[in-house]
């Protein structure tokens, strides 16, 4: 049973692995493709398990537990790049995961770090693959550089997870086929809706900025926050409800913001004051 788990994990696309290729695609400034393909490999290697020992059956652990064998996210395995991992997490999280398993934290952090540094792995051209394939077989086999690819197993995962991004991140349908109320628009970390907001707050443009936001971006809190300024701000409350309308109807901009949107300090200095008294 043990094992079963181990292999549903790594050879199926699930909520951990598609939320991690869309951070992949946000943070490092990946294409779908690309994400996709990156988190499918890591899914079949690890599970995306932080702690995870290769070999035959499920395991979990430290550094130290895992022996010769592969640790955590890509399976870095004994020698250089094992011993660069724990120096890594050393340095910048003050932990040794010789003694102390390692997280998601440190996982991802090195990979940030490693994949764009690492000897014959060209992280430029990666990062604008268009084929899914190519960039599943490039990522496998520059990057990771597993003992058995079973590359076909890779691919079918990458192409089922690009499948979920496609479905829940509405900025990569094409215009022409675009059937939600809101505007197609794309934005990114270097490209925030703050200044359109400011400069044309139009009903539809504040409702496409909240819709993209649940969940889309990195930073989606600060970008609800700044659609929910735009409301208050231009008091289109009305006309923002009604373009943000959902199977055709209208949907209450408050509710909807306030169902994902974290309003405390651990994102903003203060609380953010999002009540109907504040839209008024």
């Given at each position: 049973?043990?094992?079963?788990?181990?292999?549903?994990?790594?050879?199926?696309?699930?909520?951990?692995?598609?939320?991690?290729?869309?951070?992949?695609?946000?943070?490092?400034?990946?294409?779908p493709?690309?994400?996709?393909?990156?988190?499918?490999?890591?899914?079949?290697?690890?599970?995306f398990i932080?702690?995870?020992?290769?070999?035959?059956q499920?395991?979990?652990?430290?550094?130290?537990?895992?022996g010769?064998?592969?640790?955590?996210?890509?399976?870095?395995?004994?020698?250089?790049?094992?011993?660069?991992f724990?120096?890594?997490?050393?340095?910048?999280?003050?932990t040794?995961?010789?003694?102390?398993?390692?997280?998601?934290?440190?996982?991802?952090?090195?990979?940030?770090?490693?994949?764009?540094?690492?000897?014959?792995?060209?992280?430029?051209?990666?990062?604008?693959?268009?084929?899914?394939?190519?960039?599943?077989?490039?990522?496998?086999?520059?990057?990771?550089?597993?003992?058995k690819?079973?590359?076909?197993?890779?691919?079918a995962?990458?192409?089922?997870?690009?499948?979920?991004?496609?479905?829940?991140?509405?900025?990569?349908s094409?215009?022409s086929?675009?059937?939600?109320?809101?505007?197609?628009?794309?934005?990114?970390?270097?490209?925030?809706?703050?200044i359109?907001?400011?400069?044309?707050?139009?009903?539809?443009?504040?409702?496409?900025?909240?819709?993209?936001?649940?969940?889309i971006?990195?930073?989606?809190?600060?970008w609800?926050?700044?659609?929910?300024?735009?409301?208050?701000?231009?008091?289109k409350?009305?006309?923002?409800?009604?373009?943000?309308?959902?199977?055709?109807?209208?949907?209450?901009?408050?509710?909807?913001?306030?169902?994902?949107?974290?309003?405390?300090?651990?994102?903003?200095?203060?609380?953010?004051?999002?009540?109907?008294?504040?839209?008024?």
């Open positions: 049973m043990i094992r079963l788990k181990g292999l549903l994990f790594e050879n199926e696309a699930n909520t951990d692995s598609i939320a991690w290729a869309k951070k992949f695609q946000t943070d490092l400034g990946l294409t493709e690309a994400a996709a393909a990156m988190a499918a490999n890591i899914q079949h290697e690890s599970g932080p702690n995870r020992i290769q070999g035959n499920f395991k979990t652990g430290t550094m130290a537990d895992s010769k064998l592969g640790y955590s996210w890509a399976q870095w395995t004994f020698g250089p790049r094992k011993k660069s724990r120096k890594f997490v050393l340095d910048k999280f003050n040794d995961i010789n003694k102390q398993s390692a997280t998601n934290s440190h996982a991802y952090a090195f990979l940030k770090y490693e994949v764009k540094n690492y000897p014959g792995f060209n992280f430029n051209k990666f990062k604008q693959s268009t084929n899914i394939e190519s960039a599943t077989e490039q990522f496998c086999l520059k990057y990771e550089q597993p003992g690819p079973a590359l076909a197993t890779r691919i995962i990458a192409r089922e997870i690009l499948n979920k991004i496609k479905l829940l991140n509405p900025t990569q094409p215009k086929k675009q059937t939600t109320p809101y505007i197609d628009v794309t934005y990114s970390k270097d490209n925030p809706p703050y359109d907001l400011l400069k044309n707050p139009r009903a539809e443009l504040i409702a496409s900025v909240i819709k993209q936001s649940k969940g971006f990195n930073d989606y809190e600060a609800a926050e700044a659609a929910f300024m735009a409301i208050k701000t231009n008091s409350y009305a006309e923002v409800n009604k373009s943000l309308r959902q199977d055709g109807i209208p949907q209450d901009a408050y509710e909807y913001v306030k169902s994902f949107m974290n309003t405390g300090t651990k994102y903003h200095k203060q609380a953010i004051d999002i009540s109907y008294k504040s839209l008024r």
